[in-house]
């Protein structure tokens, strides 16, 4: 069972940056697309950006554009979601998660990843 650990999250300023990292306990197979998602207070888990394990394809939800970069290192089992210009409405658990479902054109639908890390939890206050 694959298994995720994410890390990076904590307090920071507005407009400072943060690098998220996704540990998984097992070689990250080319076959899965990592995903990262959020969920602030009192609203739903959104997605917001994945990244295809065969041809590295990239998809980022519409509003994060700019703001958002992700990206993933096979050989050391990781994938990153850099964070810029983080701003209070950016306070939210970040989770990433794995999917084995092949996809074109976009990333997988939050039921369609199999393997889900715990989350880490970002604050952007002053």
């Known amino acids: 069972q694959l298994q995720l650990v994410e890390s990076g999250g904590g307090l920071v300023q507005p407009g400072g940056s943060l690098r998220l990292s996704c540990v998984a306990s097992?070689?990250?197979?080319?076959?899965?697309?990592i995903g990262w998602f959020r969920q602030a207070p009192g609203k739903e888990r959104k997605g917001l950006a994945c990244?295809?394990?065969?041809?590295?394809?990239?998809y980022y939800e519409e509003s994060i554009k700019g703001h958002f970069t992700i990206s993933r290192d096979n050989a050391k089992n990781t994938a990153f979601l850099q964070i810029d210009r983080l701003k209070p409405e950016d306070t939210a658990v970040y989770y990433c998660?794995?999917?084995?479902?092949?996809?074109?054109?976009?990333?997988?639908?939050?039921?369609?990843?199999?393997?889900w890390g715990r989350g880490t939890q970002v604050t952007v206050s002053s």
């Open positions: 097992e070689l990250f197979s080319d076959s899965y697309t």
């Open positions: 990244i295809n394990g065969r041809d590295a394809m990239i």
């Open positions: 998660a794995a999917s084995s479902v092949a996809t074109s054109g976009r990333c997988p639908r939050g039921n369609e990843y199999n393997h």
